[in-house]
């Protein structure tokens, strides 16, 4: 290698710990990454590519970058290689081996199994990947990165594809790089579902995408949640937002939205290596669904989150002190939420039905909220109705619309003391029976009309 390409390498890795030790501060405790690269020892390696030997360049670049990671620290190696112990034909697609396992220190060894190998077999890549999940020890706050490295694609009629999804639902990997040497164009089709690709054309070529993978695993990368009102700015704030990987369904994040010194969204720092889920916890919630970060750019994640406020005013006097209301989208039966009286919650720009919980119940339907205003509901303040009895038996408390009537609340069967209710101003009617009594005429009807602070007595 030429002493100016050994110098860059040099900067890179310099640069690599640095830009890798500032963002790993941000998180407590620090993350272990472990890095398997599934290497190609198959027999095409031996092709001819840019004047040399595939596997001769494979070689030269991979173990040039072991070197540079077994100067980082929280990163663990391991090496696992196809192709490299049947000749073909015949063709043996479970030629498959982890040679070295993760273990402080390995680079020597990696780098030592590298140099020795001796392509001769097939391609079983979707094999390789599938006993992969066995390569990384059981453990927790780690981050599993696979690597491969290939001359071509499938030989053994697996698909990488299925294997790549289904490591990534389990949580056993983030999504794979796939580096393809030389390749023809088809090659990013058809591992483009298995992970990030990056077909190379030549050595230089290799040992920037290699770089980049590598920088990729280890580094998080900044991102800001832009929380839109209905004119289209970030005015929208102090918001739970939860980020889900979006194959697994596993929650990552949590963050309370927040505004910096400059009144702008506060950044994050994020995974890049996953497809995210994002659920904004307004009311009603928001969500955006299954989309990537950038590595190494700052990503703006934009979501329309415009919001209002709904209040409901206590009528003056003693009474309602604990009085909720039930809120719902308009023309919906799913509650959102239930909200006190002098209270303002926030909620998406809409039209909502409130149901306010005294007796009788007030339905208010196609409520409007606007942007960054209160909406301010009034009821009127109540009466008591007294309801004395000398026994015990069957009644109820009707509102009295029209000519129909409406059910407000039974009475106790199996008490003889008297009820007080707290009623909004009306007519009503009071109807009662004894338990005693054998006969239906034996039925007692009193109508009663409440007014704002009255006091009606109704004896039975």
């Given at each position: 290698?030429?002493?100016?390409?050994?110098?860059?390498?040099?900067?890179?890795?310099?640069?690599?710990?640095?830009?890798?030790?500032?963002?790993?501060?941000?998180?407590?405790?620090?993350?272990?990454?472990?890095?398997?690269?599934?290497?190609?020892?198959?027999?095409?390696?031996?092709g001819i590519w840019n004047k040399e030997e595939k596997i001769k360049t494979a070689k030269r670049v991979l173990t040039e970058m072991i070197d540079s990671l077994a100067m980082i620290p929280n990163v663990q190696l391991a090496l696992r290689v196809y192709g490299h112990q049947s000749p073909v034909p015949p063709q043996d697609c479970n030629d498959t081996k982890l040679e070295v396992p993760f273990l402080p220190n390995n680079a020597a060894m990696i780098k030592q199994k590298i140099n020795s190998l001796d392509p001769k077999g097939t391609t079983p890549i979707a094999r390789s990947l599938e006993l992969s999940a066995g390569d990384f020890p059981a453990s927790i706050n780690v981050r599993n990165i696979i690597i491969l490295i290939t001359d071509g694609i499938e030989s053994?009629?697996?698909?990488?594809?299925?294997?790549?999804?289904?490591?990534?639902?389990?949580?056993?990997?983030?999504?794979?790089?796939?580096?393809?040497?030389?390749?023809?164009?088809?090659?990013?089709?058809?591992?483009?579902?298995?992970?990030?690709?990056?077909?190379?054309?030549?050595?230089?070529?290799?040992?920037?995408?290699?770089?980049?993978?590598?920088?990729?695993?280890?580094?998080?990368?900044?991102?800001?949640?832009?929380?839109?009102?209905?004119?289209?700015?970030?005015?929208?704030?102090?918001?739970?937002?939860?980020?889900?990987?979006?194959?697994?369904?596993?929650?990552?994040?949590?963050?309370?939205?927040?505004?910096?010194?400059?009144?702008?969204?506060?950044?994050?720092?994020?995974?890049?290596?996953?497809?995210?889920?994002?659920?904004?916890?307004?009311?009603?919630?928001?969500?955006?669904?299954?989309?990537?970060?950038?590595?190494?750019?700052?990503?703006?994640?934009?979501?329309?989150?415009?919001?209002?406020?709904?209040?409901?005013?206590?009528?003056?006097?003693?009474?309602?002190?604990?009085?909720?209301?039930?809120?719902?989208?308009?023309?919906?039966?799913?509650?959102?939420?239930?909200?006190?009286?002098?209270?303002?919650?926030?909620?998406?720009?809409?039209?909502?039905?409130?149901?306010?919980?005294?007796?009788?119940?007030?339905?208010?339907?196609?409520?409007?909220?606007?942007?960054?205003?209160?909406?301010?509901?009034?009821?009127?303040?109540?009466?008591?109705?007294?309801?004395?009895?000398?026994?015990?038996?069957?009644?109820?408390?009707?509102?009295?619309?029209?000519?129909?009537?409406?059910?407000?609340?039974?009475?106790?069967?199996?008490?003889?003391?008297?009820?007080?209710?707290?009623?909004?101003?009306?007519?009503?009617?009071?109807?009662?029976?004894?338990?005693?009594?054998?006969?239906?005429?034996?039925?007692?009807?009193?109508?009663?009309?409440?007014?704002?602070?009255?006091?009606?007595?109704?004896?039975?």
């Amino acid at each position: 290698m030429k002493i100016h390409s050994k110098k860059i390498l040099l900067l890179f890795v310099v640069l690599l710990i640095a830009t890798y030790s500032q963002t790993q501060t941000l998180q407590k405790p620090q993350t272990l990454t472990r890095i398997l690269f599934v290497f190609d020892a198959s027999q095409s390696m031996y092709g001819i590519w840019n004047k040399e030997e595939k596997i001769k360049t494979a070689k030269r670049v991979l173990t040039e970058m072991i070197d540079s990671l077994a100067m980082i620290p929280n990163v663990q190696l391991a090496l696992r290689v196809y192709g490299h112990q049947s000749p073909v034909p015949p063709q043996d697609c479970n030629d498959t081996k982890l040679e070295v396992p993760f273990l402080p220190n390995n680079a020597a060894m990696i780098k030592q199994k590298i140099n020795s190998l001796d392509p001769k077999g097939t391609t079983p890549i979707a094999r390789s990947l599938e006993l992969s999940a066995g390569d990384f020890p059981a453990s927790i706050n780690v981050r599993n990165i696979i690597i491969l490295i290939t001359d071509g694609i499938e030989s053994c009629d697996g698909d990488p594809c299925a294997v790549s999804k289904a490591l990534q639902e389990k949580g056993v990997v983030l999504r794979p790089f796939v580096i393809g040497l030389g390749y023809d164009t088809d090659f990013s089709k058809t591992f483009k579902c298995a992970g990030r690709v990056f077909n190379v054309a030549n050595e230089n070529q290799f040992q920037d995408v290699l770089k980049i993978a590598v920088s990729e695993a280890l580094n998080n990368t900044t991102a800001q949640v832009n929380l839109l009102d209905t004119s289209k700015k970030p005015t929208e704030t102090n918001v739970n937002m939860s980020f889900y990987n979006s194959l697994t369904g596993q929650l990552k994040y949590n963050f309370i939205h927040t505004m910096n010194e400059k009144n702008q969204p506060d950044t994050l720092i994020l995974d890049p290596l996953m497809n995210y889920n994002l659920v904004i916890h307004t009311t009603p919630t928001v969500t955006k669904e299954n989309f990537e970060v950038s590595p190494g750019k700052h990503s703006i994640i934009s979501i329309d989150a415009p919001q209002g406020q709904i209040e409901l005013k206590k009528p003056e006097g003693n009474y309602y002190q604990d009085l909720q209301f039930i809120v719902r989208k308009a023309g919906e039966s799913n509650t959102l939420t239930v909200q006190g009286v002098n209270k303002a919650e926030k909620y998406l720009c809409g039209k909502y039905d409130i149901e306010i919980l005294c007796l009788p119940r007030i339905i208010m339907n196609n409520i409007v909220v606007s942007q960054s205003l209160t909406t301010t509901l009034r009821i009127r303040q109540p009466g008591q109705a007294i309801i004395i009895k000398n026994t015990i038996g069957y009644g109820a408390i009707y509102h009295v619309n029209k000519n129909s009537l409406e059910l407000v609340a039974n009475l106790n069967p199996d008490s003889n003391t008297n009820e007080t209710f707290i009623l909004q101003p009306g007519n009503y009617k009071v109807v009662f029976r004894k338990k005693i009594a054998t006969e239906s005429l034996s039925t007692v009807e009193k109508n009663i009309t409440i007014e704002s602070n009255s006091i009606e007595q109704v004896k039975l």
